[in-house]
């Protein structure tokens, strides 16, 4: 495992292809599929949107945070506020408690490989704070615009770091992470920073974000995890494609370091566990 972790801290992320079997794969993908099936969006509309930070952060978005929540995604409804496709084919994400209340999603993120890994890459106490199922749906998936995961997880010193499971190919055509190689030794450009229930983005520098040309497409097979610096500039293309692009995330800090009042995420009756 040594020369791995010597390549994270060189290029600020980590690409272990096969960490998650087929078999693990297709029974997170199916509980979350049932997850979609029993949400009954009813009157709320809750879109999750990086591009329009006030969209995604109503009190569905904070409450989301001990919960399991169900986010649509921008491009999901008509102009009459339909669904232009089936409701399956129509959620964003799945967030951001499912690691804590759902057993399949606890299952999937905890164990020893898991746990040793994350203690290489330097989390002594791990908290692990946020679960996220990413769909990336086929037409209308989203862009994820240039950003840094530290900013919605402020720590001293800084700790989070980010598990991105892939659960689908992820490729260049259906909108794949890209990243600024090397990126996470630059500084933190900008915080979410939440003041009671409301929430805003706070610039702290102004260095620009990396022009495209000098990303790297992380394309990888369904089963890979890629780990990476909550400093790494990253983001991810709207998928225009006609195939999905389903991918789980966690992010954890350390609890060596101070975790900020103004973070969005708070717990205030789940406790927090790591990956044991
Ligand atoms: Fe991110």
Known sequence: MDAPIARYHEDGYLVLPGFKSGAEVAALRQRALAIVEAFDPGDRRTIFSTTDQARGTGDEFLASAEGIHCFFEEEAFDAQGRLKQAKALSINK???????????????????????LARALGLE??????????????????????HQDASFFDTTPGSVTAFWFALEDA????????????????PLRERFVREGDTVRMQALDDTPWPDTASAVPVEVAAGTLVCFHGLLPHWSAPNRSPVSRHAYTLHATDARCHY??????????????GFD
Request: some cysteine; overall charge positive; glycine content about 12%.
């Open 94 to 116: 799945i967030g951001h408690a499912m690691h804590d209340l759902d057993p399949v999603f606890d299952a999937f993120s905890r164990g020893p490989r898991i746990a040793a």
């Open 171 to 186: 490729t260049r055509d259906n909108g794949c992470l890209w990243v600024q190689p090397g990126g996470h030794r630059g």
């Open 260 to 273: 900020a009042e103004t973070n969005w995420l708070r717990r205030e009756r789940l406790p927090l566990r």
């Open 125 to 146: 106490q791990p908290q692990l704070w946020q679960s996220m199922y990413i769909f990336k749906q086929p037409g209308i998936g989203g862009e994820v615009k240039w």
